[in-house]
């Protein structure tokens, strides 16, 4: 009975402690995973924003295009000044002339709005790409040290993993399976102190009778409440 109790309580105790280097494994691989995250979603905006440019950039180079033809259209029309016979026609050009002017200046309004719009982009880009290059970065430093802690965890863990299993199969396979069960059901804490009359597993008041036969431990008993194995530590 007592080497029962001994048994369970170091099973516990290993079945905790590799639950404890699981989470923390669990731990290392989550932070991983979010470095990939985090580059792919600056990645995805980077794409957008290389989308937006290719746009821009043709807008761009259209608007440079119609400028040109704005500008020899001022150099043909100015270049029928000498030949001008009336008053009249002369008037006519001149008016010509101001209307190609006012559409070339109008162009290059918009031209430098669009490459203003350019460069504000190009900075984001950049911003972008450096962010990018600093999170691969990191990445790569703390992946070397997650690997090496991944490493340790993973020799500690195997070391008490075999601990358990020569453990557990000291135990009746009843017992074993009802421990196991609980461990998992009851958040890691299958086998638990009674104290002053109560499971502190659930803290629920024991029947005084139950109670006081764990005392005198004759068998293996669970808290009628929880369910949880229960076990008294000897008073002198
Ligand atoms: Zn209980």
New binding site residues.
């Given amino acids: 009975m007592h080497e029962k109790m001994n048994l369970l309580k170091e099973l516990q105790e290993l079945d905790q402690e590799i639950s404890s280097i699981e989470a923390a494994q669990q731990g290392y691989r989550d932070e991983l995973e979010t470095f990939k995250t985090e580059a792919a979603r600056v990645q995805e905006m980077l794409d957008e924003l290389n989308g937006e440019l290719v746009f821009l950039q043709q807008d761009e180079a259209q608007l440079q295009q119609n400028l040109l033809k704005e500008r020899d259209n001022i150099v043909r029309v100015e270049g029928r000044l000498p030949e001008i016979q009336t008053q009249k026609e002369y008037v006519a050009v001149l008016k010509e002339i101001d209307m190609a002017k006012k559409a070339n200046n109008e162009l290059e309004e918009q031209l430098q709005a669009k490459q203003q719009e350019i460069s504000v982009l190009e900075q984001d880009q950049l911003e972008k790409e450096e962010e990018l290059e600093n999170i691969g970065g990191k990445a790569n430093e703390r992946s070397a040290e997650l690997s090496e802690l991944m490493g340790e965890t993973d020799n500690a863990l195997q070391k008490r993993r075999d601990a358990r299993d020569s453990v557990a199969a000291e135990l009746p396979p009843a017992l074993l399976r009802k421990y196991q069960t609980l461990f998992k059901r009851r958040g890691g804490l299958a086998l638990?102190l009674a104290r002053n009359g109560a499971?502190l597993?659930?803290?629920?008041k024991l029947p005084p009778q139950q109670f006081n036969s764990l005392l005198r431990v004759t068998e293996i008993q669970s808290?009628p409440?929880?369910?949880?194995l229960?076990y008294v530590e000897k008073q002198s």
Avoid: A, E, K
Avoid at 201 to 204: L, R, Y
């Fill in positions: 638990v499971c597993g659930c803290n629920m808290c409440h929880c369910n949880r229960l």
